[in-house]
């Protein structure tokens, strides 16, 4: 029997693995350009398949990231079932659905705050407020990168927690 230490590695691999696929090979540029877009803050960008300025508010960029977010899950769900099967893990689909909603949602609202990374203080939303009262804000806005690292940072921090659910065994199961 694989233990739960091991599980949770091998899980969190292909769930790593599988979130670079997804957050950067699967992603389409239609949906990663106008995810973050809000009603008071639209984002701009030039579709590339007409050459049109398109400018998303509220709706296309909820739309944009739960398409995003939707093929996200998709390809980790393939790759845990895929890495279950052949390492043998014994997942709980149960356990291994509860990861991938963990992993999804908090996706959702990590990509969200696309484009808003820079935001001063005195408009900052969600996240990135947050990120100014902890001391953060003036990485945020000097930093061009910054955005992307803490976007990065969260989610890896979130497929660790959705590895440990997944890799969890049934009651009963704990090893003493």
């Given at each position: ?35 973050g ?29 739960t ?5 996200y ?65 003036a ?38």
């Amino acid at each position: 029997m694989t233990s739960p230490a091991a599980r949770a590695g091998a899980v969190w691999l292909a769930l790593s693995a599988s979130h670079d696929a997804g957050d950067y090979i699967v992603q389409l540029d239609r949906w990663a350009d106008p995810k973050g877009g809000r009603k008071r803050r639209p984002v701009t960008y030039a579709d590339p398949a007409t050459g049109r300025t398109i400018v998303c508010g509220a709706r296309e960029g909820r739309a944009a990231c739960t398409a995003h977010v939707l093929s996200y899950v998709a390809t980790q769900g393939a790759a845990l079932y895929a890495t279950n099967r052949a390492l043998r893990l014994g997942l709980t689909p149960r356990r291994a659905a509860l990861a991938l909603t963990i992993s999804g949602a908090t996706h959702y609202w990590i990509d969200r705050h696309a484009g808003q990374w820079q935001d001063p203080p005195e408009t900052a939303r969600g996240l990135v407020r947050l990120f100014h009262k902890a001391g953060k804000g003036a990485w945020l806005q000097r930093d061009p990168s910054a955005g992307a690292t803490v976007d990065q940072a969260l989610h890896r921090i979130v497929l660790a927690a959705a590895a440990v659910t997944a890799a969890t065994p049934r009651r009963g199961r704990h090893v003493r």
